[in-house]
């Protein structure tokens, strides 16, 4: 083999090295930035929103009293009206004006409200006229979020104790891939029937002290591809034959010169 060949097939070799690597400081999280304590918060509150199902659970020491406050959802059976299966506790929807229907009182608005703010609300209602010192419970069963984009196991989840961070959300996707950008998470979420759009830097300790470090039900965050993923994917999806192609031609050219 003549030496201009040669020094093409190892300056090839080593352009294909080079472009292999990724640098820690483009995948690595949590790496810039100190973490301002006095910006940090993990009072994390719910705030309830239209289209949230709720589970309010009134108990007393009067149990007679709490009856009309915990009514049973029931199926029957069309044919012969017998109950099916096993009763179980009335969720209440949240309609599009952020109102439910509760029992007694009727129509309540507590759309916008948190939940300390609507349990006050409830006891306010209830205390001395129906029960007395009532204690109430209420939790969202169809709290979710949505991660979408550059992950190993995008989807829809289920959060069974409203408390979800915006790491445990990834974690939950399988974390990033390799060519998901890091610096440019993009979190959206729907308030007062508006959408607003954050963006966030995984790699920066600032990420703890962001608005949408803790989620809200219904939010979504979605990571974007990089540029050589953008690029890849644009590539002939015969690209890898040619490449196996050619290695054989330049091993043959090698054993034929030598």
Do not use: W
């Not at 301002?36 to 009293?65: G, M, R, W």
């Not at 129509?107 to 204690?135: A, C, H, M, W």
């Amino acid at each position: 083999m003549n030496m201009s060949l040669k020094k093409s097939i190892l300056f090839l070799l080593v352009l294909v090295s080079l472009s292999s690597c990724v640098s820690n400081k483009k995948i690595a999280y949590f790496q810039y930035d100190e973490i301002d304590q006095s910006k940090v918060s993990n009072n994390y509150k719910t705030i309830f929103k239209p289209d949230d199902l709720l589970q309010i659970t009134v108990s007393s020491e009067d149990l007679q009293a709490v009856k009309p406050f915990n009514l049973p959802a029931v199926t029957f059976n069309t044919t012969t009206d017998a109950v099916v299966g096993q009763p179980r506790q009335q969720s209440y929807l949240i309609d599009s004006k952020g109102e439910i229907d509760f029992p007694i009182f009727g129509k309540l608005k507590i759309g916008g409200l948190t939940r300390e703010e609507t349990i006050f609300l409830l006891q306010s209602k209830l205390d001395p006229d129906y029960v007395k010192d009532p204690n109430i419970n209420i939790r969202i069963s169809n709290f979710k979020i949505s991660v979408m984009g550059d992950v190993r196991k995008p989807g829809t989840y289920n959060i069974p104790n409203e408390r979800v961070s915006i790491i445990d959300a990834i974690a939950l996707a399988g974390d990033l891939n390799i060519s998901g950008k890091r610096d440019n998470v993009l979190i959206q979420r729907e308030a007062d029937g508006k959408k607003t759009q954050y963006r966030v830097d995984l790699r920066s300790n600032k990420l703890n002290t962001s608005p949408v470090f803790y989620l809200q039900q219904n939010d979504v965050v979605y990571v974007e591809h990089n540029n050589a993923a953008i690029q890849s994917a644009s590539y002939n999806r015969n690209t890898g034959l040619f490449i196996s192609i050619g290695s054989v031609l330049i091993s043959l050219i090698t054993v034929l010169t030598r």
